[in-house]
Each structure stands twice: as C-alpha cells, then as structure tokens.
C-alpha cells in the first residue's frame, strides 16, 4: 500500500458526462501529480499541484480540470467525455517535486 | 520536453535468468525513479536514484547522471516479475515535469 487513496476504483460513464476523480496523498506529502494511462499513448503527464498552487501543466485537456483543497486532497474533473477518454488514471504524491513519488492504484475509466 | 528512451520495449526470460533494463534521458534530471506496473495495473515504486547505485534484494539500480542514463538489473527473476518496468524522469529545465518512458514489457516463463 503506497499510502495514496483513489477513488472510485472503476467507473462506467457515457460521452458526454462529466466525473470526478478523487486523489488523498500520503500523510505529509504537499505535491499531487495526476496521470493518464491509454493503451496507446502510455503514461501522459496532466498535471501537478503543490500546496494548494498549481506547479507544472502538461498535456490535459481544455475538458479537463484539476484542483488541489486545503487539506490537500485533490480532485480531476473530466467533462463532455468521449470514448478516447478510456483510461487508466493515476494520482501521485510526493513531499516536493524532487523527491521520490507515490501512486495510487488508479482509477479505471470506461466511456461507453 | 525531455526524452526518455527505454530498451528493449520486450524482453522475455526463463526463470532464473538475469537482465538489464535501460533508460536513456536527454537533460540533466534531479529525480529518476523505476516503477513496476504489475499485471493489475498498479505502479510499484523499486527505486529512487537520481543518481548512484542502490540494490534491493534480487533488484538493483544504477544511475550515472552525467551520461544520462540509468540501468535497472534483475538477477535471478521469478514469473512475479512479469511486468511493465517504466523509468520516470524529472528536469528542472522541462518545468518539473514527471515524464515516463514508454517501458520495458518483461515476461518471464518458468
């Protein structure tokens, strides 16, 4: 157990709805990192939160948004899904953005 | 951004064999790690070394930054092992950015 909490663990949505993706970091740790796994564009960077600020953005979505709450928890929001939105999606925790990094055990997006 | 090349992309094993990983970045990085994805699709942390070397059982790593590259070695592997083994880079030239290369698919057959 890595100590970072997704939720839910899967979940089944049609296009063009939108969801939310939970993510707690490790106890301590101020930098969120999120990721998105498909098959055929391996681990996609999206974006990263440090204390409550965004850090670094890569290549997420204008449909796609991201926070990080006071109490560090962070939520990605995904709207007006389409099919190719299908995919594995990780959260990431670390103390910094230099230090070694945690990830959660995903949530599985399946748009039908 | 940053380039980050791993070889092979497919590897398979018997049992009992030993391997190496390799991951080749293109900028100075401050944090590398090596991850396992087992067939669950849960990342595993095996190390963090932006640079050195440092071993873990039948696992070890080797990071020499200057030459940009990073090695993991398997000794002795088990059917456990089977996996994608991803390398993760970040440089502060690239804005932070945690970047993944596209993995070493591992098979190993008793």
């Known amino acids: 157990d890595s100590g970072v909490t997704q939720t839910p663990k899967h979940l089944i949505t049609a296009t063009g709805q939108r969801v939310t993706l939970r993510c707690s970091p490790r106890?301590?740790?101020?930098?969120v990192y999120w990721y998105q796994q498909s098959l055929d564009q391996g681990l996609q960077f999206l974006i990263q939160?440090?204390?409550?600020?965004?850090?670094a953005k890569g290549n997420i979505l204008e449909r796609f948004s991201a926070q990080q709450f006071p109490d560090l928890h962070s939520e990605l929001n995904l709207s007006s899904l389409e099919l190719g939105d299908s995919a594995l999606y990780f959260c990431?925790?670390?103390?910094?953005?230099?230090?070694?990094?945690?990830f959660g055990q995903g949530t599985r997006l399946t748009v039908v | 951004g940053i380039q980050v090349e791993q070889s092979p992309p497919d590897l398979i094993l018997q049992e009992g064999a030993n391997s190496t990983l390799r991951c080749n970045f293109s900028?100075?990085?401050?944090?590398l790690q090596w991850f396992h994805q087992n067939p669950w699709g849960q990342l595993i942390n095996l190390f963090y070394?932006?640079?050195g070397t440092k071993q873990n059982g039948r696992l070890s790593a080797t990071t020499v930054a200057t030459e940009r590259y990073s090695l993991l070695y398997i000794s002795s592997s088990q059917t456990t092992d089977s996996g994608v083994y991803f390398c993760?880079?970040?440089?502060?030239?690239?804005?932070?950015?945690?970047?993944f290369g596209t993995g070493t698919s591992l098979t190993v057959i008793p």
């Open positions: 106890s301590g740790d101020l930098s």
């Open positions: 990431a925790s670390s103390v910094s953005s230099v230090t070694e990094a945690f």
């Open positions: 939160y440090y204390n409550g600020e965004e850090r």
């Open positions: 070394i932006p640079s």
């Open positions: 993760a880079v970040e440089a502060p030239s690239d804005g932070n950015q945690f970047y």
């Open positions: 900028d100075s990085v401050n944090n």
